[in-house]
Structures are given as structure tokens and as C-alpha cells.
């Protein structure tokens, strides 16, 4: 590197410091294309580039190794998390397998109790035959947290708040615990996106993003990253993806670097309507439990106004009397809300966490942290809240249960009139 390019670097590094969200979302890393003035990064559909003599090149060899379009991505998602570097990669599970590959067989791996189905699976079903050791506990309680430490423990996987339960785990203290012991982390930001939570800045190593969800944010991408607050971990992460290989595509890369110019305003929406929509359900007499870290009633409530910027739009919620037929009722009943997988898109998602995203953790594991088969689970979208709230009461009205207490049925539709546009 020239020292004029390190320079260039420190200069555009100090600046990303100084901007706000919104428009480090739109500027960070992003500069208009030198050969043509295209405001846009162009998608550099190509799998290598010309040398002038071997050994001569601008920069990029081969695509797997370097792509430019992905490059300017790395650099905006490095500063929207307040990282060294960012690492891209072909979907959220290809960033943990990287991850992970940083450990060894024989190392251990401690996670919380309640998370992604997908990341369960890779690190029980894949990684436990290499020899990988894992245990999945409850990482909101610090003190039984340190007592399952070994010297093997290596790593510390946190999801927070978590998938589907809406738990949190306080970042600061477990990654002040983790330095104690000299492990790693790497925590799973995916459910509040970098407009609402930095990992990296209360002591995280690593965050990750299934880009797919809020980051992307229009429902046509599958993508991941992995972003490091030191070099080293830059370093290393870059040789695993360019030696596993698990490359995003170009077209994927620009796709997650238009999204995340409206990351802010599609997440400060999405947010507002949740927490309406918490709101009705929580007095909603057909509901009987509601997870939402914006819910003075959540157990994490305080912790999610420390360490959040606002409370996020996902919740979960089980019907009185927990019949699976109820809550397929509900599932097939909305017409809003679609009944599909995924989250962090503009429209709303209805979903089934036991036969869908956690269908790869066991029952009785599932049944531990309240994954009952009835829970039902909201990812809130962008569309006119009244619309939302209305889609959910006709679906609940497909629903019959018996005791339902005539003054929160009063209270009920009280709330409903008072929903107001945002
Ligand atoms: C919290 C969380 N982490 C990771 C992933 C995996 O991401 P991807 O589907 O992009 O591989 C998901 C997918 O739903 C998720 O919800």
C-alpha cells in the first residue's frame, strides 16, 4: 500500500467516525465510480481480471479472492458496525461456518439456549463430528455462565435479542467475562440490525449479520457478514473466505449496498409499528403470552433501553389455551402478513418457529426456553400500521376461545380505535 492510499484511508476512516447513521448508510465506503462517475457501485460481474505482466495488477487477481463491488460493501458494513473490517460471505451461515473455523477440534463453543435453528444445527450437526465441543445455556445469568468455562472454551456465540424468544444477553458483561477468560465473541446482531445495536463498541470481537434479513431488507437476497474490531481477525477471516470459498456474488453484494441506504428509515418504521402492534396484542384477550423487549412487561425490558437504540420489529406470541390448530388458524388466517420464513424485509412475515426456522432443535430443547408449538412469530414490516393491526384482529377472529374476559375485551377495542397513522 502507498503511504498516499494509507493516508486516503485514515482520512475516509476519521470521517466514518464522525458521520451519523443515516449517512454513513448512504456515504461510507461509497465513492462515485472512477472511470465512469456512476453514482452507483457498478456490479463487477467478472471472475478475473487482466495482468500486465504476472504479478502486475490493480489490486484484484481473482474473484473468489477480491471483487470490487464486494469490496465497497466490506467497507460500509466495517463502519456502520464501528469495525476494523468487514468480511462478506454467501449467506449468514457461511459467515458463523467462518466463524467457527477459526477454532480447532477439541475447543469448545458456549451459546445461548435459544436461537437460531440454523445455527444450532451447523454447530451441533456439522461441527460435533470435528471434534467440536458445544454447550448451550442460558447466558442472561452470568454466574452460571462462568462456571461452565474450560479451558477448551473458546468461543462465546451470542444471539441477542434472541431468535425466536426475544431474549437478551447483556453484551457488555459477557464480553467483559469472555476478556477475563480469554475467549472470543462473536454476537449474532441480525434481529436488531446496526441501526440499533453496535456489538463491537461494548467489547464484542465479532458481529454478524444474516445480511438477508434487515440489511438487504426487500426479500431478494441471501447474504452474510462477519464484521472485526482488530486486524488480525480481519486477516484471518479473510483467508477463510477466500479458502473456503463461500464468495457472495456481485449482483448479491450491490443488492445489500442499496438496501442498507434506507436500513434507517426502514427500521425506525418497522420498529414504530411493532411496538403498536405489541401493544394491541398484549391486551388482546385471545393472547396469552407476548415476547417483546419493548413490553415494560419483558423480562430484559431495562436492558434492551441500555444497550438498544429502539426495541426492534420482531415479536412472538402464544395464543390462550395453546392449540396448534389455533395457531395454524392465525397462520393461514392473515392476509397482510406473509406466512413465510425470514425476516427483516419491508413487508410483514408471519411465522411457525417448531416446523419452520427451529424445526432443527430438538422438542424437549426447544420446550426448555418456551418454543412451544403453538408460538407464533411477527416480523413487522414497513405497510400502514392500521392495516397490520387490522389483518391481525380478522385472524384472530378465526379463533375461538372460550374465556375471554369481558373487561380486557372492552379495553381491546378501546386501543384498537386509538391506533394512529405513523
Ligand atoms: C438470527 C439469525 N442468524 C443467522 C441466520 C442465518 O442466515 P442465512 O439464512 O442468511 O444463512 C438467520 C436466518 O434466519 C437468523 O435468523
Not at 361 to 377: F, Y
Request: net charge neutral; with cysteine.
Amino acid at each position: 500500500m502507498s503511504k498516499n492510499t494509507e493516508k486516503i484511508g485514515e482520512i475516509e476512516s476519521n470521517l466514518h467516525q464522525t458521520m451519523r447513521f443515516g449517512t454513513k448508510a448512504i456515504h461510507a465506503g461509497i465513492e462515485p465510480d472512477p472511470s465512469t462517475g456512476a453514482i452507483m457501485t457498478p456490479i463487477y460481474q467478472t471472475s478475473t481480471y487482466v495482468q500486465s505482466a504476472p504479478g502486475q495488477h490493480q489490486g484484484y487477481e481473482y474473484a473468489r479472492t477480491q471483487n470490487p463491488t464486494r469490496h465497497v460493501l466490506e467497507k460500509n458494513l466495517a463502519a456502520l458496525e464501528n469495525g476494523t473490517d468487514a468480511i462478506c460471505f454467501a449467506s449468514g451461515l457461511a459467515a458463523m461456518d467462518a466463524v467457527i473455523k477459526l477454532l480447532k477440534s477439541g475447543d469448545e463453543i458456549i451459546s445461548c439456549n435459544d436461537l437460531y435453528g440454523g445455527s444450532y444445527r451447523q454447530i451441533v450437526r456439522v461441527y460435533e463430528k470435528f471434534g467440536l465441543k458445544s454447550k448451550f445455556v442460558d447466558m442472561s445469568d452470568m454466574k452460571s455462565l462462568e462456571k461452565e468455562i474450560t479451558p477448551a472454551t473458546k468461543l462465546f456465540w451470542i444471539e441477542t435479542p434472541t431468535n425466536p424468544m426475544l431474549n437478551l444477553v447483556d453484551i457488555e458483561q459477557i464480553c467483559k467475562l469472555a476478556k477475563k477468560h480469554n475467549i472470543l465473541t462473536c454476537v449474532d446482531n441480525t434481529f436488531a440490525s446496526p441501526y440499533l445495536q453496535n456489538p463491537l463498541d461494548m467489547g464484542a470481537d465479532m458481529v454478524l449479520h444474516s445480511a438477508t434479513k434487515y440489511l438487504g431488507g426487500h426479500s431478494d437476497v441471501i447474504h452474510g457478514c462477519v464484521v472485526v474490531k482488530t486486524d488480525e481477525l480481519s486477516k484471518q477471516l479473510h483467508f477463510i473466505q477466500n479458502a473456503s470459498g463461500a464468495v457472495p456474488a456481485p449482483q448479491d453484494c450491490f443488492l445489500i449496498l442499496r438496501g442498507i441506504k434506507t436500513l434507517h428509515l426502514r427500521v425506525h418504521r418497522a420498529c414504530k409499528n411493532a411496538k403498536k402492534i405489541a401493544k394491541f396484542l398484549e391486551n388482546h384477550p385471545k393472547i396469552d403470552k407476548i415476547y417483546y423487549p419493548g413490553l415494560k412487561s419483558h423480562p430484559h425490558h431495562e436492558l434492551a433501553a441500555k444497550q438498544m437504540r429502539k426495541f426492534g420489529a420482531m415479536l412472538s406470541f402464544d395464543l390462550k389455551g395453546g392449540s396448534v390448530e389455533d395457531a395454524y388458524k392465525v397462520l393461514s388466517g392473515t392476509k397482510v402478513f406473509a406466512l413465510a420464513e425470514s425476516l427483516g424485509g419491508v413487508e410483514s412475515l408471519i411465522g411457525h418457529p417448531a416446523s419452520m426456522t427451529h424445526a432443527s432443535i430438538p422438542k424437549a430443547e426447544r420446550m426448555k426456553v418456551g418454543l412451544t408449538d403453538s408460538l407464533i412469530r411477527l416480523s413487522v414490516g414497513v405497510e400502514d400500521i392500521e392495516d397490520l393491526i387490522a389483518d391481525l384482529e380478522q385472524a384472530l377472529a378465526l379463533v375461538e376461545i372460550k374465556e375471554v374476559k369481558k373487561e380486557k375485551k372492552q379495553k381491546i377495542e378501546k386501543q384498537a380505535d386509538t391506533i394512529v397513522a405513523v
